[in-house]
């Protein structure tokens, strides 16, 4: 993805791991912009080319330097320009603990599962949503998995106002995410969440783990999965 200047992501490299990289374009590459001096290598997309003066334009030298195969530094003229002189690299990182909320202060709300797990229902929500102390209604939000939880069931639509919410976590507006929550859209959640079901299956009941979300047999007194006792 991209920002004014800016572009971040996450790839791969060749170490076969997961790298996250950011970088922006630096002041000389705007200015060169700016003044319609620059332009892009059609068949080599490393490379840029400083426009010759023309009667139309002046356009004054640019040099870069590097070093060459005996290892002394030299200038040369910027035709062509290697692209990643343009640009400044950024620092970037990730939280130690990912399960916190997005939003500093507060009451940490408990750890919701992992998205993109076949298990991930209303009911899991429903365990999460109702420990929830109503004071909090943002930072319990204010969590990637949840978010991306309520964009994506298949019980209610959020596509068209999940962006309100977004909106207010990003600013810490708490008087929006009241707002948000007395939507219809949210009070008819709150109906579906309000109704207790039982998930059943073909052999009888069944139970979700509150943990790994597993769904077990109602004859089994512990998760299959990680352990975790019953409730």
Known sequence: SSGINAEYGISGNESNTIEMF?????????????????????????????KVSSAE????DVFFREKDEYGNVVTKEARPLPVEYLL??????????????LLPGGVAPPRFPVVNRESLDMEVFKKYYRVQPDEYFLESLADINVLFFLYTNDTLSFHDS???ICTAI?????????VFKESPTWATLEQILAVDTVLTTSNGTTWSCSI????????????????????
């Open 22 to 50: 950011a970088y922006q374009v630096s002041n000389q590459c705007m200015a060169l912009v700016r003044d319609n001096i620059l332009l892009p290598a059609r068949e080599h997309p490393g490379l840029a080319y400083v």
């Open 57 to 60: 334009q002046y356009v004054p």
């Open 88 to 101: 400044l690299q950024l620092p970037t990182g990730t939280p130690k603990d990912g399960h916190k909320p």
């Open 162 to 164: 999940l962006s309100d």
């Open 170 to 178: 990003v600013k810490i507006d708490r008087e929006a995410a009241q």
């Open 212 to 231: 790994c979300t597993l769904i077990n047999d109602s004859d089994k007194t512990v998760c299959e999965a990680c352990g975790t006792p019953k409730s």
